[in-house]
């Protein structure tokens, strides 16, 4: 019970320094949120969108799941998009993974670790997908991290491949895809060069407009 305590002591604390620093910062929070942003990152516990990019509460609109994986029926994940881009009009996507992911590394086994492996498959496939480049990584981190960076490509490419962004474009609507990646190391984000803005940078498989 001394966590649960503790959770809401830093939380009185936290309320307070906020209030000191700003006294209208809690008016401000119950307006509409207006975040530029989506994050879409894995559920890892030592990820916090929010601190590692300095936003305020209010400024990233946020979706976590094991992996970070973006799949096109996953309803939850999907109603997050739209909910980000139609309503909340947001002017970013992000997609961030990171170096040590255990999703990705247990994809990488084959070790049963029960219903989770069933999402596991999704990292699986793009494992499959990349066979010949990973193991040709002697190293066994190293081909972990290198999937974690495929895998995020994968997911940009899937966020972008949904009508919901697509329709978003369509309209003439602002919105980028990107792909990031976080070192548990270092602490730092890494840019992985990969910014959607337009439906002509997508294959025409999956162009909704293509003929």
Known sequence: M???????????AWAAAQTARDPGFFDKLQGAQRPDLLWIGCSDSRLPPNEIIGRLPGE???HRNVANVVVHTDVNCLSVLQFAVDVLQVKHVVVCGHYGCGGVRAALEHRPLGLIDNWLRHIKDIGAKYRDELIAIDDRTARADRLCELNVRQQVANVCHTTIVQDAWRRGQPLSVHGWIFSLADGLLRDLGLCVEAPEQLPALYRMDAI
């Open 60 to 62: 990233v609109f946020v």
């Open 2 to 12: 001394r966590i649960l305590k503790e959770c809401f002591d830093h939380n009185r």
